[in-house]
Structures are given as C-alpha cells and as structure tokens.
C-alpha cells in the first residue's frame, strides 16, 4: 500500500497521489511558503483555542492515521497542547468537547479546511 508517509523527507521532489492528480512539490520553498500561509489563517492564533501562537504547529485537521492527507488544505495552525491533545481524534468529535469550544470558531475552521470529509472519521 502507498504511503505518503515514505515520501517525505530527505526527497527534493515530492509526488503526491491524490486519486487521479499528481502534484510535484519542490520541497523547502514550497512548504514555508505553505506553512507560513496556513499560520496566517487565524491571525496568529491556534485555530482551536485561540491563543496567540509563539511556537505554531501545523495539525493535521485530519489525521494521517485516519487517511488525512499531507496536504495544505488538511494543515490548520495549532498550539502544541492543542495538537497534541486531539492526536488522532475525530476532529469534530474532539473540539466539541473543548471548554474553549465555539460554533463560529468551528465553522471557520470548516472554512479553512474547504471540502474535507471527517464524517467518516
């Protein structure tokens, strides 16, 4: 079975398989111009808390061990406690039981995240 897993790294070229499309990536330009776009996202704060990042993550919203992909789309900028804390839970399922939990803070993070299916999480 193909794993994304393998392909990071050391690899100057990174292919991505995403059902029919591929997607050439050339490693460190790309990737920070994607990290600090993401970061952005939430204007410098943990997409889930809210808090002011000074060590930003990025989570993936969906996790790998759930099938997420590494992809930017699947990247929200996360406080390590927070990231750390969901691991590999469902994300909605996680958040909602939150003391920070908010309905307009998860519909914007839906909005970042666009068409991703956690559904079937």
């Not at 079975?1 to 490693?27: P, T």
């Not at 039981?97 to 909005?111: A, E, G, M, P, V």
Request: proline share 4%; charged share 25%.
């Amino acid at each position: 079975m193909f794993s994304q897993r393998n392909c990071v790294g050391s690899i100057v070229d990174v292919v991505f398989c995403e059902s029919i499309h591929l997607y050439q990536l050339d490693d460190k330009g790309y990737w920070k111009m994607v990290k600090n776009e993401r970061r952005q996202l939430f204007d410098g704060e943990c997409a889930y808390c809210s808090k002011q990042l000074n060590k930003p993550t990025l989570d993936h919203f969906i996790p790998w061990s759930k099938g997420g992909r590494h992809h930017p789309h699947n990247l929200i900028p996360s406080c390590r406690e927070c990231n750390r804390k969901k691991g590999n839970q469902n994300p909605e399922y996680w958040y909602k039981k939150q003391r920070f939990y908010s309905s307009n803070r998860w519909s914007d993070i839906l909005l970042c995240v666009g068409e991703l299916e956690i559904e079937s999480l």
